[in-house]
């Protein structure tokens, strides 16, 4: 099989929010993709909740390619 084809998934460095951190997650949907995110900012960052503020950085760093 030589499948090259690609699906596309949504990608984010933590690093366009928090500057520094090498921390990248990728995922197939950007709910999931969420979800890593939170796990990774409450454990390296001791964010315990996301603001709206917060979010809508978060969001703004996410690609999909
Ligand atoms: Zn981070």
Known sequence: MSDHAHTP????????????????????????LLKKIVAHAAEAHGVTEITPDLAAKVKAAIETR
């Open 9 to 32: 998934a949504k990608h984010m460095a933590c690093g366009r929010v928090v500057p520094d951190c090498t921390f990248t997650a990728s995922a197939p949907s950007e709910e999931e």
